[in-house]
């Protein structure tokens, strides 16, 4: 176990102990994340650790290299986690580093033991460094993280982080301009999209993105054609259910996922309505489903393995001691032209 240390001009552990009302040994514990520690002492702890900005050492020195990484995610049986993690063990390969990979708690990322419960667990283990593939992490555990010292950087959170959390994601703006332009192209006019989890800043880049494409072709976005699905396959399908009762339904749908875009042609053909015949379908993700579906779908491929190895390598250059230049790195997004798009039709 690092013992912990404080940085530069931060509290010592026994200024810590003193202020909590404990030994250095029990401040020490609380510190590393260690379980022998009775909860109210441990929360009282904690308190002061936050209040005072308590910064442990970091666990490798520059130009040492890491010995371990930990990649945590929000699942491990899904097509996209499968993504990720071949990027990830693609670039830890070339890079000589080994990756232990976990799932966050079910509850969610604040897990079982409160705030910092589930987060100390990983931060006992003293990896060198974490990525975090979740939908993002609350306020006091970014906060906990930086006074721990332990090099961190998410992959495609789903909430916007701190602005100084270093992030990789996809251009979703761009992505979303050119799957609407994609149908706008083909003579589509009446086009609708149906974004994932509301106000959080994957889904509504891509909306942001339709909404401009579909703004600078002078075409209006009535309310009604804009529609969240919380990137399910059931939120896609219920959406496109209330679209298809609006006095004129959409000829198009850009769905912001894959799994809502499946959603989207379950509601269609229980409507008996042809893709691409007579509702054409962009999605995005381009997850192995989307190849598989019938018809393939047109989709805005998002690089996800190529988006995790970037996470690593960004992570073992902070580890070494470098600062990123820039806290968010965007790789490009490309649309791949399928089978679920075509000219407009006859309705039935």
């Given at each position: 176990?690092?013992?912990p240390?404080?940085?530069?001009?931060?509290p010592?552990?026994?200024?810590?102990?003193?202020?909590?009302g404990v030994?250095?040994?029990?401040?020490s514990?609380?510190?590393?994340g260690?379980?022998d520690?009775?909860?109210?002492?441990?929360?009282?702890?904690?308190?002061?650790?936050d209040?005072l900005?308590?910064?442990r050492?970091?666990?490798?020195?520059a130009?040492r290299?890491?010995?371990?990484?930990?990649?945590?995610?929000?699942?491990?049986?899904?097509?996209?986690s499968?993504?990720?993690?071949?990027g990830?063990?693609?670039?830890?390969?070339?890079?000589?580093?080994?990756?232990?990979?976990?799932?966050?708690?079910?509850?969610?990322?604040?897990?079982?033991?409160?705030?910092?419960?589930?987060?100390?667990?990983?931060?006992?283990?003293?990896?060198?460094g974490?990525?975090f593939?979740?939908?993002?992490?609350?306020?006091?555990?970014?906060?906990?993280?930086?006074?721990?010292?332990?090099?961190?950087?998410?992959?495609?959170?789903?909430?916007?982080?701190?602005?100084?959390?270093?992030?990789?994601?996809?251009?979703?703006?761009?992505?979303?301009?050119?799957?609407?332009e994609?149908?706008?192209?083909?003579g589509?006019?009446?086009?609708?999209?149906?974004?994932?989890?509301?106000?959080?800043?994957?889904s509504?880049?891509?909306?942001?993105?339709?909404?401009?494409?579909?703004?600078?072709?002078?075409?209006?976005?009535?309310?009604?054609?804009?529609?969240?699905?919380?990137?399910?396959?059931?939120?896609?399908?219920?959406?496109?259910?209330?679209?298809?009762?609006?006095?004129?339904?959409?000829?198009?749908?850009?769905?912001?996922?894959?799994?809502?875009?499946?959603?989207?042609?379950?509601?269609?053909?229980?409507?008996?309505?042809?893709?691409?015949?007579?509702?054409?379908?962009?999605?995005?993700?381009?997850?192995?489903?989307a190849?598989?579906?019938?018809?393939?779908?047109?989709?805005?491929?998002?690089?996800?393995?190529?988006?995790?190895?970037?996470?690593?390598?960004?992570?073992?250059r902070?580890?070494?001691?470098d600062?990123?230049?820039?806290?968010?790195?965007?790789?490009?997004?490309?649309?791949?032209v399928?089978?679920?798009t075509?000219?407009?039709?006859?309705?039935a």
């Amino acid at each position: 176990m690092v013992r912990p240390a404080a940085a530069a001009g931060g509290p010592t552990l026994a200024v810590i102990a003193r202020e909590a009302g404990v030994s250095v040994p029990t401040a020490s514990k609380v510190a590393n994340g260690r379980e022998d520690v009775a909860p109210e002492t441990r929360r009282r702890v904690t308190e002061v650790l936050d209040r005072l900005g308590y910064v442990r050492r970091q666990r490798t020195g520059a130009g040492r290299g890491p010995a371990l990484i930990e990649l945590v995610m929000r699942q491990l049986d899904s097509p996209w986690s499968g993504a990720v993690l071949h990027g990830v063990e693609r670039a830890a390969r070339e890079a000589g580093v080994s990756v232990l990979v976990s799932a966050a708690p079910a509850g969610g990322a604040r897990g079982a033991g409160g705030e910092h419960g589930w987060l100390e667990r990983l931060c006992a283990r003293e990896t060198s460094g974490m990525l975090f593939n979740l939908a993002g992490l609350s306020e006091g555990q970014y906060s906990r993280l930086r006074q721990h010292g332990i090099p961190f950087v998410m992959i495609d959170p789903v909430r916007q982080p701190p602005p100084w959390v270093p992030s990789v994601g996809a251009t979703n703006w761009q992505g979303g301009v050119s799957a609407t332009e994609h149908l706008i192209g083909l003579g589509h006019r009446r086009i609708a999209v149906i974004g994932g989890f509301p106000r959080e800043q994957s889904s509504t880049a891509r909306v942001a993105g339709h909404r401009s494409a579909m703004a600078a072709a002078g075409l209006p976005v009535p309310p009604g054609y804009v529609g969240w699905g919380e990137f399910s396959e059931e939120g896609g399908r219920r959406e496109m259910e209330r679209m298809l009762a609006l006095p004129e339904p959409p000829t198009a749908v850009f769905s912001c996922s894959d799994e809502m875009g499946l959603g989207v042609c379950r509601a269609l053909a229980g409507h008996g309505l042809r893709v691409p015949e007579e509702v054409s379908l962009v999605a995005f993700d381009d997850l192995p489903q989307a190849r598989w579906a019938t018809p393939a779908l047109t989709t805005v491929r998002q690089p996800l393995a190529e988006m995790a190895g970037t996470a690593l390598r960004l992570l073992l250059r902070m580890v070494a001691g470098d600062r990123p230049e820039g806290v968010r790195t965007e790789l490009s997004t490309r649309l791949v032209v399928r089978d679920s798009t075509a000219p407009p039709g006859g309705r039935a």
